[in-house]
């Protein structure tokens, strides 16, 4: 992977020092940040390529800071980094607009990991160079834009990542199991309301530009990206 901005978030000094330590060991240059309000002019400032984003700071929460980012158009990666583990929690920090969670503690492997999973679904070292069309959508993977019926439509790199794979399976159903492992790479233990939650903000972003519904569910099974068939 190619080196990366990276912006460090959380109150605690000694977990901000090893993060920041180790990712620059990892060859990647390293910004930190000790509260909410200080991360998000930082994001804006810096622009960095992915932010390491500790829900419970002093100030604003992680998760405010994501709704805050991206109510500013600010699509750049999120990984949140938290103490609970609860399961509503997780949901709520990727429904918010994170592309991933790692509960405390964690390892610096999986930490690694996880930022490579996320890059890969940004498309920083995806293969770019062709579009795809289904239908009213194309991709142009080279511009890592989408447009509906002509028309540009803003999508997270989760999002993107999400749709690409339904454009690449049209007329195929597809399990939230097998979305889980392709998009996210990890299982989240079966948390289904992930993929429902990301299946609904991809609708809401694509129906009112289409004809007619792009994403078809599979009652108790899946879902469907419809395209002309033949």
């Not at 980094?81 to 920090?93: F, I, P, S, W, Y």
């Not at 770019?128 to 447009?147: K, P, Q, W, Y």
């Not at 399976?169 to 889980?180: H, S």
């Not at 530009?209 to 099974?221: D, F, H, N």
């Amino acid at each position: 992977m190619e080196s990366l901005k990276v912006l460090v978030v959380d109150d605690e000094p000694n977990i901000r020092d090893l993060l920041s330590a180790s990712l620059r060991f990892a060859g990647h240059q390293v910004l930190s940040s000790p509260n909410g309000t200080d991360a998000i002019n930082k994001i804006i400032e810096t622009q960095p390529d992915i932010v390491l984003l500790d829900v419970m700071l002093p100030d604003i929460s992680g998760f405010g800071v994501t709704k805050k980012i991206r109510s500013m158009g600010i699509e750049t990666p999120i990984l949140f980094l938290t103490a609970r583990d609860d399961t509503e929690d997780k949901v709520t920090g990727l429904t918010v607009g994170g592309d991933d969670y790692v509960t405390k503690p964690f390892s610096l492997d999986e930490i690694m990991a996880r930022i490579n999973a996320i890059m890969r679904r940004t498309g920083k070292d995806g293969e770019a160079g062709s579009v795809i069309r289904v239908g009213e959508l194309e991709m142009n993977e080279d511009a890592h834009e989408v447009t509906v019926a002509g028309q540009i439509v803003d999508l997270s790199p989760t999002e993107y990542q999400l749709l690409r794979y339904l454009a690449t399976n049209p007329n195929r159903v597809l399990t939230k199991a097998q979305i889980l492992d392709h998009v996210w790479e990890y299982d989240f233990n079966g948390e289904m309301g992930i993929v429902e939650s990301y299946v609904s903000y991809l609708r809401k972003k694509l129906d009112p530009l289409s004809t007619e519904p792009l994403i078809v569910t599979k009652r108790g099974v899946g879902y469907m990206l419809k395209g002309p068939k033949g």
